[in-house]
């Protein structure tokens, strides 16, 4: 059973336009939830993270929104670059059990 | 400072071989981790370990095994391979266990193919 769920296998945006990656999950009691990036041949790189206490959080052209009682989070990217053409990994995590659960990964390409 | 570093890159087994995935990292990290990345799958956590002398399984531990003797160190085993253990595999680990702000970092991953 999937605890964490990334339903959109591809997303395309024009560059400049804003990439918005989706991720669901079906544990209420995660309380750590993050975004990795991975190119092709590296290994997955962190983006953002944010926890349960809190609902949106920013980091430059990244943002993160938590969505508690649908048990959704999302990544907003804007402007898009074609750099941010990748792979995106949206984990959560339980404080206190060691383990991060992935998702399935989104690819998303920004077109120049 | 090297980060996660993963040795091999690339690895072609046959059926029944054996064999050690090397992985060290050199951040004085508490935690560490392996995944395999299998299309369609994502990653999935293999085994992990919160400190020297303790591991313990992951989502999909059978045929594998790890053992932690430094913090540095954490090696991935597979005593007798399988095709179904064609993968990519990733090691990670974090400074503090189950700590906010202290995401995984990866390594650049060992691309093993069994025939």
């Known amino acids: 059973d999937q605890q964490v769920k990334q339903n959109s296998p591809s997303l395309s945006v024009q560059e400049g336009r804003i990439s918005i990656l989706n991720c669901d999950y079906t544990n209420s009691m995660f309380d750590y939830f993050l975004w990795y990036k991975k190119y092709p041949a590296e290994g997955p790189t962190f983006l953002i993270s944010?926890?349960?206490?809190?609902d949106k959080n920013e980091d430059g052209r990244f943002t993160v929104f938590l969505n508690k009682s649908a048990k959704h989070l999302s990544l907003h990217i804007v402007p898009s670059q074609p750099g941010d053409s990748a792979v995106y990994f949206c984990?959560?995590?339980?404080?206190?059990?060691?383990?991060?659960?992935f998702g399935t990964g989104t690819r998303l390409k920004v077109l120049a | 400072n090297a980060g996660v570093t993963q040795t091999p890159k690339f690895q072609v087994l046959k059926t029944g071989q054996s064999m050690t995935l090397q992985c060290a990292q050199d951040?004085?990290?508490?935690?560490m981790s392996w995944y395999r990345q299998d299309p369609g799958m994502g990653l999935r956590l293999i085994h992990y370990?919160?400190?020297?002398?303790?591991?313990d399984q992951g989502e999909v531990p059978n045929g594998y095994n790890v053992s932690r003797s430094t913090t540095e160190d954490f090696p991935l085993r597979l005593l007798s391979a399988a095709p179904s253990q064609t993968s990519v595999y990733f090691c990670?680990?974090?400074?503090?266990?189950?700590?906010?702000?202290?995401?995984?970092?990866f390594g650049n991953g060992t691309r093993l193919t069994v025939t």
């Open positions: 984990a959560a995590s339980l404080s206190g059990t060691y383990k991060y659960i």
């Open positions: 951040m004085n990290h508490e935690y």
């Open positions: 990670a680990s974090s400074y503090k266990v189950g700590s906010y702000n202290s995401p995984l970092h």
């Open positions: 370990s919160v400190g020297a002398g303790i591991t």
């Open positions: 944010i926890s349960s206490i809190k």
